[in-house]
């Protein structure tokens, strides 16, 4: 036993040191290979011997359980917001001030990272709250989410009570492979890496905010002038007890030495791989900041300089038309390519018909563009004085692709092509179908569809399953050969087992997206259940809303789509889902809240009981909690039902309800 003991000890260490080399130095000592087999041998003597679970735990970072709501917390010291200054002179202005109050002092610059503001607090050295700024004085409790970020240290190097204060953001990376999958699954793009952080970080499920990579600079101590003097000495205490601080700081004697590294910074920041949108300039002696005093919103002895988001002028050569899956029509900009924000831009999306109406876009116009959120081109505005006796844009009328008249429902900004036959929706349909989050047939991407597509093989979903009827002919086209069309059907065949859910989305009903898909299949488990759902039943659904159940409707009730699905269940694909088994038992549809500490079950390990049994785990006492499950050293949540009369269960009676269900 004290073998193993150890051994988690020793795992515990090396994974965690791991984690600050990679994520807090950017200095990795091991491979992703090496911290994943750690990892994995750690999660699974935890599941074994949850009594020896370190409190600094790094599997901590893989994301809880679920949680009902965020539970509200009042700031020891309310978070404040910065002034705003946008160039020299007033920056220059804002440092006059000062001197007028205190005449001797430096300043410490910053990079203002692009994200949201976080309380993090710390009791005896160990993790113990995070929370959003929220309007300053009541934050939200975001402890689990927080605790997923991998740069986050669980346990400082030194045993104190500290309240830390710093930026969560999304680095680019995350940001693209976050958008990728919002894409994938039918879903609206985040805007920029600030929304995607601030999205990411009110998301009920940890583990989901585990996933998207989010990470976090950190930057102030409450009450600092406890532990250090200076703003300066501040950042590197901060370094020292394990916080990630952003490299870029500098103590600055005089204005002038600011003015010149705001240029500076501003060049620095197109290098980076996470968003800025200024510095900030700090007083750096803490004895000085009463003096120079407060506004109601903002200390005086701070600013933020706020950069400019690059743009610059191109020419718009043409405005293209892309049609997607469902028919949609999207006006493209095409652009001179031109290098902005570190890449070079030739296509920006326009969005709709209103959108280039609204800033009357012209073709052969001189365009501004930016990055949003330094990563989605975007048209700002048109220069109007260069502009030459230029035709104002009309919307296409017919589909670039069949030629058939598109239409405009009201109330949506959206043109489609309503030809179920579009040649243009079938390809987007079966690459759709086909792809890695649907259906997931490996071989058959983008441009094999394409060709099978133009080679008459394949215009419709049900084709994919015939192809191998036409296995001899098709090893006879250049470049396709035995091989891939062995393996391409081979890959078919295997798609023919995928779950329900990916079928459903694959089949790429309008709003239907990967989610949405994973819900529908638990209330209708077959294609035939789905057939027949009715509006006023799949509106009673949580996720699904009136724009949703209208679509599923109409999609499943088309007599093109019945015998489609007919014809792919004869050809043998899975058109049910098995319903995970499911027990009576008194827990089922009762909410439980888990406090303290068991002896013989983790907390994971718990409520994946009680989840089987059909319970549901809250992270609060409410009245409409049904059992707290009270461990050793409950505190607030056991005394808060007491106080509401919830009935408490302790280790011993859990054990029993539960019974031989672990
Ligand atoms: S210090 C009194 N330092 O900018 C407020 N803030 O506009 C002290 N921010 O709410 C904040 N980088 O969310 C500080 N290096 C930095 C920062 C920073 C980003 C954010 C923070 C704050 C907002 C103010």
Redesign the pocket.
């Given at each position: 036993m004290m073998d193993i003991k150890k051994r988690i000890d020793e795992l515990v260490k090396i994974i965690n040191q791991a984690n600050v080399d990679y994520h807090t130095k950017d200095q990795p000592t091991i491979t992703d290979f090496e911290y994943d087999q750690y990892l994995k041998e750690l999660i699974e003597l935890e599941e074994s011997y949850p009594n020896y679970k370190q409190i600094d735990s790094p599997t901590q970072k893989i994301g809880g359980f679920v949680l009902d709501g965020f539970v509200k917390v009042t700031h020891q010291v309310p978070?404040?917001?910065?002034a705003?200054v946008f160039n020299e002179e007033e920056l220059r202005n804002f440092d006059d001030k000062i001197r007028k109050v205190v005449p001797s002092f430096s300043y410490v610059s910053?990079?203002?990272?692009?994200?949201?503001?976080v309380s993090l607090v710390y009791e005896a050295g160990l993790f113990k709250r995070a929370a959003t700024?929220g309007n300053g004085v009541v934050g939200e409790d975001v402890t689990e989410n927080v605790r997923t970020i991998k740069s986050l240290p669980l346990k400082l190097t030194e045993p104190i009570d500290i309240e830390v204060?710093?930026?969560i953001y999304m680095p680019h990376k995350s940001f693209k492979l976050a958008n990728e999958e919002r894409m994938n699954q039918n879903e609206a793009l985040f805007a920029n890496p600030r929304n995607a952080a601030a999205g990411t970080i009110r998301q009920l499920d940890p583990k989901i905010v585990a996933k998207r990579q989010l990470d976090l600079?950190c930057?102030?101590i409450v009450n600092a002038s406890s532990y250090v003097k200076t703003q300066d000495e501040a950042l590197k205490y901060l370094k020292k007890l394990g916080f990630k601080v952003?490299p870029y700081?500098e103590k600055l004697e005089d204005i002038d030495a600011l003015v010149n590294k705001v240029s500076v910074y501003d060049s620095l920041r197109k290098t980076l791989n996470y968003d800025?949108?200024?510095v900030?300039i700090?007083v750096n002696e803490f004895d000085l900041y009463e003096r120079i005093g407060y506004t109601a919103k903002?200390?005086k002895w701070?600013t933020?300089y706020k950069f400019q988001a690059e743009q610059v002028e191109t020419l718009l050569k043409d405005i293209t038309f892309q049609i997607g899956r469902t028919g949609v029509i999207t006006p493209v900009a095409e652009l001179e390519p031109v290098f902005v924000s570190g890449t070079t831009v030739a296509r920006a999306t326009l969005h709709n018909e209103d959108y280039i109406l609204t800033k009357d876009i012209r073709i052969g116009d001189t365009v501004v563009i930016h990055k949003a959120g330094e990563i989605i081109p975007e048209v700002l505005h048109v220069v109007k004085e260069k502009r030459t006796n230029l035709k104002p844009f009309e919307m296409i009328t017919s589909c670039p692709v069949c030629g058939t008249h598109l239409e405009r429902k009201p109330g949506e900004a959206d043109y489609y092509c309503m030809n179920p036959e579009c040649p243009g929706k079938h390809i987007n349909t079966l690459i759709h179908f086909a792809s890695r989050q649907a259906m997931d047939i490996d071989t058959l991407g983008e441009k094999v569809v394409e060709m099978l597509h133009e080679l008459g093989y394949l215009n419709q979903i049900t084709d994919i399953y015939l192809l191998h009827q036409y296995r001899d002919e098709l090893k006879e086209i250049p470049g396709f050969g035995d091989k891939k069309v062995e393996k391409l059907i081979q890959a078919i065949e295997a798609s023919k087992k995928q779950t329900l859910d990916r079928l459903i989305f694959g089949l790429g009903v309008k709003h239907v997206g990967a989610k949405v898909a994973k819900t529908l299949i638990k209330h209708y488990p077959s294609v035939n259940a789905l057939m027949e759902a009715k509006y006023e039943d799949l509106i009673q659904i949580n996720e699904i809303g009136e724009m949703i159940a209208t679509s599923i409707v109409s999609y499943f009730n088309d007599d093109k789509v019945k015998e489609m699905l007919r014809l792919l269940s004869e050809f043998g694909l899975n058109m049910t889902h098995e319903k995970e088994e499911s027990i009576a038992h008194t827990f089922n549809g009762k909410t439980l809240v888990l406090t303290g500490k068991m002896e013989s079950f983790s907390r994971e390990q718990a409520t994946e009981i009680i989840e089987k049994c059909g319970g549901k785990v809250a992270s609060s006492v409410s009245a409409k909690t049904d059992y707290v499950v009270a461990g050793e050293d409950a505190g607030s949540k056991l005394k808060k039902a007491n106080e509401l009369g919830v009935k408490v269960l302790d280790e011993e009676e859990f054990k029993v309800m539960i019974d031989g269900l672990y």
């Open positions: 978070m404040m917001s910065l705003n910053e990079l203002k990272i692009d994200g949201l503001a700024r204060r710093g930026e600079f930057y102030t952003n700081h800025t949108d200024g900030v700090k903002s200390p701070a933020a």
